[in-house]
Nanobody
């Protein structure tokens, strides 16, 4: 089992920045690629960004490309999501996810472990 705990969410004005962190514990050696997803009220959970096991490749949703950056520190078992130029439509609960495969995936079904989420609210 892998446990994931997100942190770093909060309230920010439009145009501001936040950095989310996701700390993994447990059988982290079995954790491959990592991803961030988000879910706004009344909407389905959607893909935000993903990073492969050794950071060789990353993937982003079109809506965040150029504004968000995903990174990871395997020595610390932590993945990050730097969010810049935030918009009100970025408001959502952000979830960290891990999968055993080393390659990235943009599908919720492709991930084996999920965190509890952290709220991000962007005011206009």
């Amino acid at each position: 089992q892998v446990q994931l705990v997100e942190s770093g969410g909060g309230l920010v004005q439009a145009g501001g920045s936040l950095r989310l962190s996701c700390a993994a514990s447990g059988r982290t050696f079995s954790s491959g690629a990592m991803g961030w997803f988000r879910q706004a009220p009344g909407k389905e959970r959607e893909f935000v960004a993903a990073i492969s096991r050794f950071s060789a490749s990353t993937a982003y949703a079109d809506s965040v490309k150029g504004r968000f950056t995903i990174s990871r520190d395997n020595a610390k078992n932590t993945v990050y999501l730097q969010m810049n130029s935030l918009k009100p439509e970025d408001t959502a609960i952000y979830y960290c996810a891990a999968r055993t495969s080393y390659s990235t995936s943009s599908y919720t079904g492709g991930y084996d472990y999920w965190g509890q989420g952290t709220q991000v609210t962007v005011s206009s």
